[in-house]
């Protein structure tokens, strides 16, 4: 996952040696608007807040939102007046939430909602389908670097597009099926691996949150199907700066 994006915010105005002031006047906002966001680590951007900073920070927005792509445009393009945005963007699929301890039922199961929202392009993984989950509850919200908190976002690249062995420390979205799949549960959860089992363990303030243990000898016969779907690559949330 990427850093936060005030350390990004941070390395192009060393890079540049603007101000926090002249920075933001030069991206057509408000003269403290990244003095605000630095000092405020729990609000982020909204995308059209980060391309507007991208302009005065001199670098591209799909970089400073998401550490994707170059981090500079090419000198040729900026004196060829606009970049089209769709370049660095994408538009991802909502494929439902993800919400840890809430199994619904097969009736209700709803993923083409046909709502789809702007992503980066993943420079390392192209050829793999984009998800975006909208995230509910607070499962996460402990996360390393950035806590995914409810009301989030998370861009995913979809597994079985991906040819990856499972590491431990994947941040992945992660599905559990019981009663012969008519019952589901889909949420976000760190792997852990073990000589013995395999655990999906939350990040969370909230100590309800439990593990999903996964014991390598576990019975096929169960009636319980756990498997990762999609591995979590850029997580923002749809709130203004205040």
């Given at each position: 996952m990427p850093r936060d994006i005030r350390e990004r915010i941070q390395e192009r105005l060393d890079e540049t040696g603007k101000s926090k002031r002249a920075a933001s006047l030069d991206g057509g906002l408000g003269a403290?608007?990244?003095?605000?966001?630095?000092?405020?680590?729990?609000?982020?951007?909204?995308?059209?807040?980060?391309?507007?900073?991208?302009?005065?920070?001199?670098?591209?927005?799909?970089?400073?939102?998401?550490?994707?792509?170059?981090?500079?445009?090419?000198?040729?393009?900026?004196?060829?007046?606009?970049?089209?945005?769709?370049?660095?963007?994408?538009?991802?699929?909502?494929?439902?939430?993800?919400?840890?301890?809430?199994?619904?039922?097969?009736?209700?199961?709803?993923?083409?909602?046909?709502?789809?929202?702007?992503?980066?392009?993943?420079?390392?993984?192209?050829?793999?389908?984009?998800?975006?989950?909208?995230?509910?509850?607070?499962?996460?919200?402990?996360?390393?670097?950035?806590p995914i908190r409810h009301g989030d976002f998370i861009i995913c690249a979809a597994w079985e597009d991906l040819d990856l062995p499972e590491k431990d420390g994947l941040v992945v979205v992660v599905q559990q099926t019981l009663a012969q799949e008519q019952l589901r549960e889909r949420s976000v959860k760190v792997l852990k691996l073990y000589k013995d089992r395999r655990e999906f363990v939350p990040m969370s303030s909230n100590p309800e949150h439990k593990s999903i243990v996964v014991p390598r000898d576990a019975d096929p016969n169960d009636g319980r199907e756990v498997k990762i779907i999609a591995l979590v690559r850029y997580v923002f949330d749809n709130q203004p700066i205040r």
């Open positions: 403290d608007a990244i003095r605000d966001l630095m000092r405020r680590p729990d609000d982020s951007p909204t995308l059209e807040t980060v391309s507007k900073l991208a302009d005065g920070l001199q670098t591209s927005a799909a970089w400073l939102a998401f550490e994707a792509g170059p981090k500079t445009p090419n000198a040729s393009r900026r004196e060829a007046s606009l970049v089209s945005a769709n370049k660095a963007f994408t538009l991802a699929k909502v494929d439902g939430p993800v919400a840890a301890g809430m199994f619904l039922a097969r009736p209700a199961f709803d993923d083409d909602l046909g709502e789809v929202i702007s992503a980066p392009r993943d420079p390392e993984y192209p050829f793999a389908r984009q998800i975006a989950y909208r995230v509910e509850g607070d499962s996460m919200d402990k996360a390393q670097p950035r």
